[in-house]
Structures are given as C-alpha cells and as structure tokens.
C-alpha cells in the first residue's frame, strides 16, 4: 500500500534561516507526490506536487521540493523562512497503480521563529 | 479560496443523533472526496465519488454514508454519533477521478463536528 512518512514532528526554525520539512515514499508504481499547508482553524491548501520531469519542483510562496528516487524522498524546502510560514504541512502520494485516493503523513507543524 | 466550499463550518450535536455535511465541488470538477482528520487518527481518506458514482471507499464506518447529486455536489451522512466522532471533515475536489494522473485534489475549509 501507498505511504508517506514524516519523522519529524516540530520543525523550529529562525525567520530567515532554510526551512526544510522531510518526507519519504512507499508506492508500488510511479509516485505522485504533493505537498500540503493548514494554517490554524483553516482548510489544507495546496503548495506543490510532482508528477514527473525536473527533481526540483517549485511551488507557492516561495517553496520548492526536491524528488529523490534513489532516497524516496520528497523533502519541502524554503531558501528564507518568514513567521507567517508557521502552520502544519503534509506530505501525500498517489500510486499510478489504479489508487487514486491521497495517503497523508502525520503532519510536521514548523514554528518559525522571529 | 480553493473553490470548494463546504457548510456548515462548525457543528454541536449530541450522541446517537444524525447530521448531514454538505460540499460544492469547484467548477468543472467531477470527483468529490471525503476526509477526516482527528487528533489520534490524523488525515483519513473515506470515500470517493466521481460524476454521481461511488469510485473508491476507504476507511469509513458503515453509520457513514454520503452521495454525490446530479448537479455534483456531495453530501456526507454521519449517523448514531458517538463522542469519537469529533473530528473535521474535509470535502475535497479534483477535475477528474482518473486512475492514472497527477490532478490536483484541492479542500475546502472542513466542518468541524463535536459530538457531546
């Protein structure tokens, strides 16, 4: 079955200094991988997947993932961090196996601090 | 704004009643998915409709049931409620259910559920 682990479970981080957020993939096929935000009391927005082509996939506000084969890995990355990036993210995959329903990881809440 | 929008957004009701969570897919969009995510259990896939037919179930309890109606909007039936069915249902939408493809599943802001 498909997977998404996320070993951490609170990312610090000062504002200004790299953000990165780690998850890794279990899939029997192709992955599809996304990259989700919460911000507090509001609904998952959407920030970036991959499907196939460049490793490196830019998203909004400012953040960028990085596809991994050899490490099934889909690490969330942002050059900068700001205080308004503090929020929960989740990691998800898609098998291209006939399962077309999202598998979401635990969630990392990241707190950027001033 | 993702474009699905979901009603209503906070919901108290008591043990062993019934409640009904309603979603407008985004425009164009064929497929609805329903979510809930608890504390314990985190984000867990119940079910999906594309275009009025069930099209995969997952972890859904059989006092759950939901529909998606000719105009594709989608509602969720939550019966015989129990203290541990306090959660935040997300209703999700993507362009299409198919199996192979990498459309994008937006989330409308989730009805919070507490059940006392």
């Known amino acids: 079955a498909q997977s998404v682990a996320q070993p951490e479970d609170q990312v610090n981080v000062a504002e200004g200094n790299p953000l990165t957020v780690k998850c890794t993939y279990s899939?029997?096929?192709?992955?599809?991988l996304f990259w989700y935000v919460q911000y507090p009391n509001r609904g998952l927005q959407f920030l970036l997947k991959y499907i196939t082509g460049d490793n490196l996939v830019k998203g909004s506000y400012g953040f960028e993932a990085e596809f991994n084969k050899s490490q099934t890995s889909f690490h969330l990355k942002k050059p900068s961090a700001l205080v308004s990036d503090s929020a929960l993210y989740f990691c998800?995959?898609?098998?291209?196996?006939?399962?077309?329903?999202?598998?979401f990881g635990k969630g990392n809440q990241v707190v950027v601090i001033p | 704004d993702s474009g699905v929008t979901q009603t209503p957004k906070h919901l108290i009701t008591a043990t062993g009643q019934r409640v009904t969570l309603r979603c407008s897919p985004r425009?164009?969009?064929?497929?609805v998915y329903w979510y809930q995510q608890s504390l314990d259990q985190g984000l867990q896939f119940l079910i999906q409709?594309?275009?009025?037919?069930?099209?995969a179930k997952g972890n859904i309890l059989e006092r759950f049931s939901a529909q998606q109606f000719p105009d594709l909007h989608s509602e969720l039936n939550l019966s015989s409620l129990e203290l541990g069915d306090s959660a935040l249902y997300f209703c999700?939408?993507?362009?299409?259910?198919?199996?192979?493809?990498?459309?994008?599943?937006?989330f409308g802001e989730g009805s919070w559920l507490t059940v006392v």
């Open positions: 899939v029997s096929g192709n992955p599809y």
């Open positions: 999700a939408s993507s362009a299409s259910g198919d199996r192979v493809g990498g459309n994008t599943i937006y």
């Open positions: 998800a995959v898609r098998d291209s196996h006939g399962n077309n329903r999202l598998a």
């Open positions: 409709y594309y275009n009025g037919e069930e099209r």
């Open positions: 425009s164009g969009d064929l497929s």
